[in-house]
């Protein structure tokens, strides 16, 4: 039998979640321990007994291969040491497995991503799609970030979320821009 304490245990160590969102943190995992993989996926990384870090995911809802990391939390002393680094690469490994290729996304605050360790989205190949500067506090910045995975292979230069729309705008028949240089 598993013992969600521990994940809400190191969830509230973060300092990151707000009673709010620790609440639904623990909706998510009850949800989980009903019913494994459905919708939820709970990935972990330990040292010997010790929970090192775990991850939260799901399949974004009417969507074939867009999934989104719900939680992602490290234990402070293990910040640094790859944790983090390699939790992303096991949610990435998930859902190739499930969807061939798929995009991984996640909405995140400042405080949540440094309870994660600090820039690891970015250093892990994710695009920053939107940033909203003390959006949920003065020093708590919202980031959302996305990665496209491409089947059973690391990322091309070319397959970034990025390339895609370049090369969308400059497909022949398309202009890149509008009179006065708008879209």
């Not at 990151?16 to 709970?42: C, H, N």
Request: proline share 3%; hydrophobic share 40%; charged share 25%.
């Amino acid at each position: 039998m598993v013992d969600l304490s521990e994940y809400e245990r190191l969830a509230l160590e973060t300092g990151a979640y707000r009673d709010m969102e620790l609440e639904i943190l623990k909706e998510t995992f009850q949800s989980w321990k009903a019913r494994p993989g459905d919708p939820f996926t709970i990935l972990e990384l330990r040292d010997g007994r010790l929970l090192a870090g775990f991850a939260v995911f799901t399949r974004a809802q009417n969507t074939d291969f867009t999934f989104d990391i719900v939680a992602i939390c490290v234990d402070q002393g293990y910040h640094g040491k790859g944790v983090g680094e390699r939790l992303v690469e096991m949610i990435e490994e998930e859902a190739r497995r499930i969807a061939g290729s798929a995009i991984v996304r996640i909405e995140t605050s400042l405080r949540k991503e440094e309870a994660a360790d600090s820039g690891l989205f970015a250093s892990s190949g994710y695009a920053l799609l939107g940033h909203i500067v003390d959006f949920y506090g003065e020093g708590n910045d919202y980031f959302m970030y996305a990665r496209y995975l491409g089947a059973d292979r690391a990322e091309a230069p070319g397959d970034s979320p990025a390339a895609a729309v370049a090369a969308a705008a400059a497909a022949p028949g398309r202009s890149s821009t509008t009179e006065g240089g708008k879209r």
